[in-house]
C-alpha cells in the first residue's frame, strides 16, 4: 500500500511520515505533499491506496481536493486530519466519502488505529467480491447441457478455493498447471487438490477444462473470431484436440455452435 500525507504545514507532514508504524501496517512507502497542486501532480504520476489530508489549506481546501482526486477517476481511501470541529465540515466529508475524521493535535496511534479498520474492511470487502465471483463462476461451469454433481451449488466455499477459482479465470488462457497454482497460494499440492474436489466435486483439471470450453462457447456466440483462434484464446494449442474435448461436454461441436449462430 501506498499512502499520500497532505498538509500545508511540513512540520505535520513530517510528524506523520516520521512517528507512525508504516512497516506494521502494511505501508510499502508514503509520500509527501506540502500544497494542493504538488499532491495532484503526484496523483497524476502515481496511484495511492490511502490519502491523509488537512482541510485548511491556501488556494484548495482539502474537501475540494477530495473531489478533485475522484474527478480523476482515483478513489483512494481518505483520512482528514484537521484542526476543525466543526459539524459542517464532518458532514460534508462524510458525503464524500471520507473514511475518517481525526482531530489535531492527532496521536500517531489514531492513525494506526485508523488504517488497521480500514485494511480489514478492504479484506471483507476483497473476500465478500471473491466469494460471490467464485459463485458466478461455478453456476457458469455447472450451467449448460451436462448433467454434472451438485457438489458445490448452494454452499459457502471454502475462502483459499475461492481464490484458486478466480486466479484460473484470470489465467485460463495460459498453459496452469495444479503445481503451479499450489505454488501460487503457497498450499500443499495434495492438499489443494483434495479440498478443491471436496469444495467444487470435480478435479482442478476438471473445472479448468470446463472453464475453458465454456468460454469458448461464449466466443462462438459473440465473436467472429475463427474456430481454431477460439481454441488458442482459450488454451488450447491443438484445434481439433479442442473441437473434441467441447463436443463431450456439449454434444455438439463448435462448428454446429457457430453455425446455428449464424444462421438465426
Not at 486530519?81 to 466529508?93: C, K, L, M, T
Not at 503451479?180 to 478435479?203: D, V
Request: charged content about 30%; proline content about 3%.
Amino acid at each position: 500500500m501506498k499512502v499520500m500525507v497532505i498538509d500545508d504545514e511540513p512540520v505535520h507532514v513530517r510528524g506523520i511520515m516520521k512517528y507512525v508504524n508504516w512497516s506494521k501496517l502494511g505501508v510499502d512507502q508514503v509520500v509527501g505533499a506540502y500544497s494542493v497542486k504538488e499532491a495532484l501532480r503526484k496523483f497524476r504520476e502515481e496511484v495511492f491506496e490511502l490519502v491523509i489530508t488537512d482541510i485548511n489549506m491556501p488556494e484548495i481546501n482539502g474537501l475540494e481536493l477530495i473531489q478533485r482526486i475522484y474527478l480523476r477517476g482515483k478513489r483512494p481511501d481518505i483520512i482528514i486530519v484537521s484542526g476543525y470541529n466543526e459539524f459542517a465540515y464532518a458532514q460534508e466529508a462524510i458525503r464524500l466519502g471520507v473514511s475518517a475524521y481525526i482531530l489535531k493535535p492527532v496521536k500517531p496511534e489514531e492513525i494506526e488505529e485508523n488504517i488497521r479498520i480500514l485494511s480489514e474492511k478492504r479484506k471483507w470487502e476483497t473476500e465478500k467480491q471473491d466469494e460471490e465471483g467464485a459463485a458466478q463462476l461455478l453456476n457458469e461451469i455447472w450451467t449448460g447441457k451436462e448433467t454434472a454433481s451438485d457438489v458445490g451449488r448452494g454452499k459457502q466455499i471454502h475462502p483459499a478455493i475461492q481464490r484458486v477459482m478466480i486466479y484460473i479465470s484470470k489465467n485460463y488462457a495460459e498453459e496452469i498447471t495444479l503445481c503451479e497454482i499450489a505454488e501460487q497460494f503457497k498450499m500443499n499440492e495434495s492438499y489443494l487438490s483434495t479440498l478443491f474436489k471436496k469444495e467444487i466435486g470435480i478435479t482442478i483439471t476438471n473445472y479448468l477444462k470446463r472453464y475453458r470450453l465454456h468460454r469458448a462457447m461464449e466466443l462462438l456466440k459473440h465473436s467472429e473470431l475463427r474456430i481454431n483462434e477460439i481454441a488458442y484464446r482459450v488454451g488450447y494449442q491443438n484445434p481439433c484436440y479442442f473441437t473434441e474435448q467441447f463436443k463431450n461436454l456439449f454434444d455438439i461441436t463448435p462448428s454446429e455452435i457457430r453455425k446455428n449462430f449464424t444462421t438465426v
